[in-house]
């Protein structure tokens, strides 16, 4: 018989460092999901970002949408 493989490898939960769950993985429970979803929605989780990435973004001519050959 073959040995079959684990869709996703086993890791321990973010939340309280507990054995995951396949229901609701990376987590263990719904409870340690919905500890970690308050956290983004309340902006405890912020992915940092430069003052300057506004300026940089001004400089760069748009794209056009078609390729230029007709």
Excluded: H, Q
Aim: glycine letters at 8%; proline letters at 11%.
């Amino acid at each position: 018989m073959a040995r079959v493989e684990p869709l996703r490898p086993k890791r321990k939960c973010p939340e309280c460092g507990g054995p995951s769950a396949r229901e609701t993985y990376p987590f263990c429970s719904t409870r340690c999901k919905n500890i970690d979803l308050n956290r983004w929605l309340s902006g405890a989780y912020v992915i940092p970002a430069r003052d300057d990435e506004d300026e940089d973004d001004a400089l760069v001519p748009p794209r056009e949408s078609g390729s230029g050959e007709a």
